[in-house]
């Protein structure tokens, strides 16, 4: 395998439709790195590795690079950006100051973003309308970051374009199922184009999740809300 | 002024005794570096702290040369990125380090934080419930000191040196002293935690930690005000 050698053996434990995983794999894919993709059924029967590998969460994805374990979707990210610091793409800026504007949209997109997409999809009534308020807003900030540029990360993909794009298709799959409209194309023509490019980019079919896979998960998972709960 | 040049102009935007604040102050006085420290009242925010943190309007703020840098643990990685020629170094060398090192602050951010806010703001059975995960999430602390090579032997989680999860972790020490006295409880067991107890003694005493630890009873007072605007009952609409 071509760099094996300097890559070393990389794997990657994780559920492959997952916006985590997925993360990770874009960082992977854009640096040309050479991994084992493991897919683990974390609802059933967690396998020895994973818990093994994360004792403290026990959850996915985690990067095993020649047998030590990163845990955590970003870390992974900024691991895979240092552990192959002269491999281009750059996934961080190089200014101090950039990088903490990049972590911070990071974490924003982690601690607020993702979580008010989820609320649309689980949420009902006037809850959800909440949360697809707060989506909405969230989204016009990232619309404002973005400003002139054709990635968060400038002119290339970097550490805001894979935390966001990991979670995408997610965003795109819960607008129809719950018949909402997140990225509003009017009212965030530059969310919508980075979206449309992000897809397209080199590398990203192959890892992103296939849209209509995700579509069923989803809806599964928001039918079992709305139906009542077999015998208690 | 020493290394203004350098420094340019650095102004921290905080609550006295707030933990957050206190890890970057931490990071700021063990780089040694001059800053002018604007405290702000969270009742009555200023313009300064809404322009320079619109997204979440909350301290601590770091504005260097008018560039303001939010989140604590973010900041502490912009000191140590801006000031990187400057000793000590906050962050290990090694990229397998630095992940585990932003693995365990991140455990403290998304864990450990969240039980103190609910043992501050709980009541009864809840506030208990709060205290047993709290205690529970500091074990798992104490199990990484035991067992990661990372820390195991060593003086700190940044080894020889204070470093990035000991700021994460040491910034709340004074804050979880507080919170056990006011809610009668022991938070990190001396017995069931040595080797956690022995770090909180050895941070607190560190050269450029211990000048700026707050009065214990200045924080006791402050979780007592945090808890009466928590737990009152709403005035009628």
């Not at chain 2, 102004?11 to 102050?25: A, D, H, T």
């Not at chain 2, 040369?65 to 643990?73: A, F, L, Y």
């Amino acid at each position: 395998m071509e760099g094996c050698g300097e890559d070393g053996q990389v794997k990657l434990l994780g559920v492959a439709h997952s916006p985590f995983a997925v993360r990770v794999r874009i960082a992977l894919a854009l640096k040309g790195i050479h991994y084992e993709f493991i897919e683990e059924d974390i609802y059933n029967n967690k396998s020895e590795l994973l818990l093994q590998s994360n004792p403290v969460h026990k959850k996915v994805p985690v990067l095993i690079h020649n047998g030590k374990p990163i845990c955590e979707s970003m870390i992974i990210v900024q691991y895979i950006e240092e552990a192959w610091g002269s491999k281009a793409p750059f996934l961080m800026p190089k200014d101090p100051y950039d990088r903490a504007i990049a972590r911070f949209w990071a974490a924003f997109v982690d601690d607020k973003f993702t979580p008010s997409v989820w609320g649309v999809l689980m949420g009902e009534g006037e809850e959800q309308v909440k949360a697809v308020e707060e989506s909405v807003a969230n989204l016009l900030l990232l619309e404002e970051v973005l400003s002139g540029k054709a990635y968060f990360g400038g002119d290339e993909i970097g550490l805001v374009d894979i935390a966001l794009g990991g979670v995408l298709i997610g965003v795109q799959m819960i607008q129809k199922v719950t018949h909402t409209v997140l990225i509003d194309t009017q009212k965030m023509p530059l969310l919508s184009a980075w979206a449309h490019k992000f897809c397209k980019a080199n590398g990203m079919k192959e890892v992103l999740p296939d849209p209509a896979k995700l579509f069923e998960l989803l809806s599964e998972r928001r039918a079992k809300l709305t139906s009542p709960p077999a015998g208690n | 002024m020493e290394g203004c040049a350098q420094e340019g102009q650095v102004k921290l935007l905080g609550v006295e005794y707030s933990p957050f604040l206190l890890r970057v102050r931490i990071a700021l006085s063990l780089k040694g570096i001059h800053y002018e420290f604007i405290e702000e009242d969270i009742q009555n925010k200023s313009e300064l702290l809404l322009q320079t943190n619109p997204v979440h309007k909350k301290i601590p703020v770091l504005i260097q040369n008018g560039k303001p840098v939010c989140e604590s643990m973010i900041i502490v990685q912009y000191i140590e990125e801006a000031w990187g020629n400057k000793a000590p170094n906050l962050m290990p060398k090694d990229p397998y380090d630095r992940a585990i090192a932003r693995f365990w602050a991140a455990f403290i951010d998304d864990k450990v934080v969240p039980c103190l806010r609910e043992v501050v703001t709980g009541q009864g059975e809840q506030q208990q419930k709060a205290v047993q995960e709290l205690v529970a999430n500091f074990l798992i602390l104490e199990e990484s000191v035991r067992t990661n090579p990372c820390f195991s032997g060593k003086l700190y989680f940044g080894g020889d040196e204070i470093g990035f999860v000991d700021i994460a972790l040491g910034g709340l020490s004074a804050f979880v002293k507080a919170l056990g006295k006011a809610t009668n409880s022991v938070l990190i067991d001396e017995e069931k935690m040595p080797l956690l107890s022995a770090w909180m003694d050895r941070f607190c005493e560190a050269d450029g930690v211990k000048e700026g630890m707050p009065d214990p009873a200045k924080v006791l007072e402050f979780i007592s005000a945090m808890r009466v605007k928590f737990t009152s009952p709403p005035t009628a609409k």
